[in-house]
């Protein structure tokens, strides 16, 4: 009997050996919690040399990680591609919560459409999740960053991998509504030649100046979107961030920042809430009954100009948008 069941054993085992060998695994795999097929996703067909390391989000532990790398493409044009994905609240404590925070935004963010709680440029994206996924009163968000070159792909990984951790975590069925035309849409919101035609430095007279003064092409500036609820945009020197601007309404981005501002004006005169420091500004304030952020964040490649002092040009970038938008003044002259 003990014979007949080694050898019932040994012809399954030996059948399945088979079928891998001619057909390839019984299951497939599928990588970041689930979120994408063998060929789904960032990969496509021929991907290969894959590596893999996840920490999935669950009810109980609801932060993860994945990060995927590979090679794609054929010959001359294949190159190393990897893909990092986050889920988790960020940190709590003030300081450390701003620095990540100004992580998110690079300067040249495009909002998602359809007021999603979102934004992505070519390489990076973030979403905040409904606030049934908060976690001990803060927003949970995703996060992706890639070597990727086309926003609509990057915004299409980050709402996938978002709904994803929504429901592994149980939090939510999925993470925002979908908006129809999804990569169109994506591709209207980077409307950097919106901002002011013709004018340098985001379309904020004050920056401009600066950055037309400068040598020819030692400060650029590069716009993300200009909406109502979000605008962003960027000034290098010599291609390295100088500066970095942030305006948003949305009220689930808005949420990242709560408890970051006080209960104070910035400086005498100001009608908001929040702080100027010589490396960057933080204030939170009703505009056209709307709560609505605005940051500033300077970078490795400052000039030592008022061009990056968040003293003497953030008020200019605030005047403006404030203008733009329909927001009463936020500090007097």
């Known amino acids: ?8 054993a040994a012809l399954v085992a030996a059948l399945v050996a088979l079928w891998q060998t001619q057909f390839g695994p019984l299951t497939r795999p599928d990588y970041c919690w689930g979120t994408w097929a063998q060929d789904g996703g960032p990969f496509h067909a021929g991907a290969t040399h894959r ?6 989000p669950t009810r109980r532990h609801p932060s993860g990680h994945c990060a995927l ?6 010959g001359p044009k294949a190159r190393d591609q990897r893909l990092d994905v986050r889920y988790d609240t960020g940190p709590e404590p003030a300081d450390e919560r701003r620095t990540w925070l100004a992580g998110l935004f690079t300067g040249g963010d495009s909002a998602l459409p359809g007021g999603l709680p979102g934004f992505v440029t070519a390489a990076s994206g973030s979403l905040v999740l409904p606030q049934t996924c908060d976690v001990k009163g803060l927003p949970s968000v995703l ?3 890639g070597t990727f ?3 609509a792909e990057t915004a299409r990984l980050l709402l996938q991998a978002a709904d994803r951790a929504a429901r592994v975590t149980g939090c939510a069925p999925r993470a925002a509504p979908r908006p129809g035309a999804l990569p169109a849409a994506v591709a209207y919101a980077a409307r950097a030649a919106a901002i002011a035609p013709g004018t340098a430095g985001c379309g904020i007279p004050a920056l401009g100046r600066e950055v037309r003064s400068a040598p020819a ?3 650029t500036d590069r716009a ?7 605008q962003t945009c960027a000034v290098a020197s010599d291609s390295t961030w100088a500066a970095r601007f942030t305006m948003t309404a949305r009220p689930r981005i808005v949420a990242l920042f709560a408890g970051l501002t006080g209960d104070g004006p910035p400086a005498r005169g100001w009608r908001a809430h929040g702080r100027i420091t010589p490396d960057g500004a933080l204030v939170t304030a009703d505009c056209a009954g709307r709560t609505t952020v605005f940051t500033m964040r300077s970078g490795p490649a400052r000039t030592g100009t008022r061009l990056d002092d968040p003293r003497e040009v953030f008020p200019d970038f605030v005047d403006a948008v404030a203008g733009r938008i329909g927001c009463a003044p936020l500090h007097s002259a």
């Open 1 to 8: 009997m003990l014979t007949g069941a080694l050898a019932v």
């Open 51 to 56: 590596t893999s390391s996840e920490r999935a």
């Open 69 to 74: 790398s590979w090679r794609g493409g054929h």
């Open 143 to 145: 996060t992706i960053s």
């Open 149 to 151: 070159a086309d926003t």
């Open 217 to 219: 092409g030692r400060l």
């Open 224 to 230: 993300g979107s200009l909406q109502d609820d979000f």
